[in-house]
């Protein structure tokens, strides 16, 4: 599996560019050879590494002659490790998309535990949902009302939990309590008797959630699971 980028194209213009430099070569030159792109990354599922290795290659030669050129850190092979595969190899992870793709323990119809190769919510994205939670200032809106926070930010929060929770939803957990530890602080501020009782807040927004799991767009998502915690 490899990942290209081209070096002296906008983004707005790779896909209409690369649509001849890679996706038809791709077609005639590696027809066996499924892949995906979306604007200047793609993954190629290769048969074997020497495949692999071939086609890394070749596109290098590709992109020369049409003056672009392989990203020389996100360009590599990985190793799809499952109960399957079981070989040992230096790369066995890559993100696309949003979603780091890895050997990851899941559990078929019967409960019975194995390994997969699946995506997740990456670390990348997760980093970039708190930071935008942050400049939320959740905890500075005390004239608003819970009612007044899910309408001004479920669209959001729904698209999130739409796209990265379509794949091992547990991933995205730890990131979208994020949001409840903002509500808390927020509580803290709103509501006198609850001011330096972050543990009492907690606990109180925690039932809420729980009673009203449609009220953000996350907590259907949540709910059942531990317990939010301390918020800090």
């Avoid at 209409?16 to 793609?42: C, I, N, S, T």
């Avoid at 980093?127 to 930010?153: C, G, T």
Wanted: proline share 3%; aromatic share 12%.
């Amino acid at each position: 599996m490899g990942s290209l980028q081209s070096g002296v194209i906008s983004p707005l213009l790779a896909n209409l560019f690369l649509h001849y430099v890679f996706d038809k070569w791709m077609q005639r030159e590696y027809g066996d050879v499924p892949f995906e792109r979306y604007a200047d990354d793609a993954v190629c599922h290769c048969r074997s590494q020497s495949q692999a290795q071939a086609l890394m290659e070749d596109l290098g030669r590709r992109f020369a002659q049409c003056g672009l050129e392989l990203h020389p850190l996100k360009t590599r092979v990985v190793y799809c490790k499952d109960a399957d595969r079981r070989g040992t190899y230096a790369e066995t992870s890559f993100d696309f998309l949003g979603f780091t793709f890895r050997p990851r323990l899941s559990k078929n119809r019967w409960g019975k535990t194995f390994v997969n190769f699946s995506p997740a919510v990456s670390a990348k994205a997760g980093k970039a949902i708190r930071q935008e939670v942050r400049s939320w200032n959740l905890q500075n809106r005390s004239d608003k009302s819970l009612i007044d926070l899910a309408r001004m930010f479920n669209t959001k929060i729904r698209g999130w939990v739409n796209y990265y929770g379509a794949f091992y939803k547990s991933a995205l957990y730890p990131t979208l309590r994020q949001i409840d530890r903002k509500l808390v602080l927020w509580l803290t501020r709103k509501h006198k008797r609850l001011r330096g009782h972050r543990r009492r807040a907690s606990h109180w927004l925690e039932r809420v959630a729980r009673k009203e799991t449609h009220l953000f767009a996350h907590w259907s998502l949540l709910w059942g699971q531990a317990s939010m915690g301390r918020a800090g």
